[in-house]
Each structure stands twice: as C-alpha cells, then as structure tokens.
C-alpha cells in the first residue's frame, strides 16, 4: 500500500495571506515526496475560502518545478464544470510540464453552492451525466482527432493539444454508491473513496462496492487501484490527550463542510461561518469523542494498526486528508510523525 496527500489552502479567517497558505502547501508537499508518498492531489472548489481551489491545474505545475518524483493528481476536477477538450489539453500540458506525472481525478459535484454559482440552475445530483460523458470524451481526445456529439457537449472533430507524455494519463472516479464503482471499472478508471465520518466498516463496505464492481467485470484485463481519502492526524504517545484538539479541528471542518452542503449561509468575502455545534446535538458522529474513533487520530502505533487493515482489505493507496482546521506547525509536526514512524513499516 502506497502513500499519497491530500491538501488544499484552508483558510478560515484572513490572519494568513493566501500567499502563505501557499507557501504552506508547498512546504507539507515537498515533506511528502521527501517522505516517499507517491502522489499530491488537489481537488477543485469555488467561492469557499476552506478549500481554496479554483483549479488544481497551476497549483500542480507549480509544485512539478518543485518537486521531481512526487506523482501530481487533480483530485478531484468537477465534470460539469469543464468542457472536456479543455479538460484533455490541460492535463497534458501539466504531464509534459512535470514529466509524465499528471493523475486525473473526476467527480460530479456535490455542493449545489457551487452548482448555483458555476451552472445556470443544475442541480448538483444531476452532475453524473456530465462525469460520465467527460471521462471517455477525454480518453479519446488524448488519443487522436475525436468528435462528440453527446447530451451534454457536442464538438467537432477535434484532438488534445498537447498530447500526454504518458501512454496514457491514469484517471480516478470518485466513488460512492454501487453504480458508480460499477462506471469506474467498466471504463478502466481506478477509484478514490472516503469514508467521512463513519468507522472502518465503511471503508470495508466500500472496498466490497468496488471487489463487485471488479467481478462484474471480467473482460477488463487490469485489475484498477483504490484509494481512501481519511482525515489523519498523528501524535505521540507522550501527549495521550493530543487526539481532542485535531479531532476538534476535524469537527470545525465538517462543521464547515455542513454549512456549504446545507447551502443556507450566505458567505461573507468567501468566509462561510460553520454550522453551530448544537445543530448536531444527538449526533453522535459530529461528537470530537467519535471522530476520534472514525478519523485516522492517534499514535503512530494506534495507526499502524489500522492502515494494517486496510492493507488486508487490498487498498492500494491511502491519502494522508490534511485539511483539519490545525495550524501549519500542527500540520508538519503530524506529517513528520507519519512519514517517520508510520511509512517504514509498509515500505517494500
């Protein structure tokens, strides 16, 4: 099982400049290469100041002059908001910038935010058609002169420019539900999943969605990947209470996260304020108790142990979360912890 990191700029209030959130990221993406994780990735986000991220592509060719093994993912990019010749140039031109490092990743949207701001009256749970139509559309444009004429975009013949310096770049689909494990598969698409705030049975209930999905399909000669996003912070076992505050910061995250899916709070210069912890009141998966059971929380040891797990359960790939709300010394002070004494124990 391989390691990757997962990060965005994640502001919550204007005490730090973008810039230096910037600079942050850099710095944990280059501790991770030095690490040896194999992949960043960076996801796409509009109008929301805790996940800053208009579009992972600069940000990636940026960090493939800073970095020379790290593989540099778009994980994820918002089909409905791309038009896939677009989509198929870009990341082309971020493989033969970085020398054939580029990783796609393609999701169909969840925040109807965002849906409000980008599209004219979409509905978010309608973005499927889009990350379905999108993902063959550019696999075909990275190959050679191709024409569309599809329910969502119609083009004619055209081609990438430039063409990937790989074969061909790999390409993720994040999956939730059955159907969408069952699309990844059935298109030679590997897939990231994330458990949110529910327990390691939900990461064993998603590997069984994609284990499915791959018997279903006997005619694809190779077998594709999985990986799971989690929330991580690690700590050392000389400050056995470390776990409140991250799992606190975890909480003001999807607090966060709350507020935006809920698409109620009007933003204020980007700023959304999270949704009140009494909103969660008998909630038990909102409770810093519970995510510190859910989320990866704990001494490298505790989190040996269940990335062992994950391990039996075939998982290809785990992806370090980053985004907890945590300052950046927090930050590099768990990344250090889990590149030192968490990363050997699975080295080859």
């Not at 999701?107 to 063959?136: C, H, N, S, V, W």
């Amino acid at each position: 099982m391989r390691f990757s990191l997962f990060i965005h700029m994640e502001r919550y209030d204007d005490t730090i400049s973008h810039q230096e959130h910037f600079e942050n990221l850099v710095e944990l993406t280059q501790m991770a290469e030095a690490g040896g994780f194999s992949t960043v990735w960076i996801g796409e986000h509009h109008s929301m100041e805790y996940t800053v991220s208009p579009n992972p592509i600069p940000q990636l060719a940026y960090l493939a002059a800073k970095t020379s093994t790290i593989r540099l993912g778009a994980g994820t990019i918002i089909a409905p908001f791309w038009n896939p010749i677009r989509a198929a140039g870009e990341l082309a031109l971020l493989d033969i910038i970085s020398n054939g490092r580029a990783e796609l990743g393609v999701a169909r949207g969840a925040y109807q935010y965002e849906f409000d701001r980008m599209t004219e009256g979409m509905k978010a749970t309608d973005g499927g058609a889009a990350m379905q139509e999108l993902i063959p559309a550019v696999k075909k444009l990275w190959e050679g002169d191709y024409a569309h004429d599809g329910d969502v975009w119609q083009f004619p013949t055209s081609t990438s420019v430039p063409k990937p310096q790989q074969q061909q770049i790999p390409v993720w689909v994040a999956a939730r539900s059955p159907e969408s494990h069952d699309y990844a598969v059935a298109n030679g698409c590997h897939v990231m999943v994330t458990p949110l705030m529910k327990g390691d049975e939900e990461v064993d209930d998603l590997v069984q969605k994609y284990e499915t999905a791959i018997a279903a399909h006997p005619e694809i000669s190779q077998r594709p990947d999985i990986m799971v996003l989690r929330h991580t912070y690690v700590h050392s076992a000389e400050e056995p209470e470390a776990w409140r505050p991250a799992a606190e910061s975890i909480q003001k995250f999807y607090r966060t996260f709350d507020a935006v899916f809920g698409n109620k709070v009007q933003p204020v210069n980007g700023f959304i304020e999270p949704s009140p912890e009494e909103k969660f009141a008998g909630r038990e998966e909102f409770t810093p108790e519970s995510l510190h059971q859910t989320a990866m929380i704990g001494t490298p040891e505790v989190v040996v142990d269940r990335l062992r797990h994950y391990e039996e359960l075939g998982v290809s790939e785990y992806s370090f979360w980053s985004d907890n709300a945590m300052s950046h010394e927090e930050k590099k002070r768990s990344l250090k912890l889990f590149i030192d004494e968490v990363v050997p124990k699975f080295a080859q």
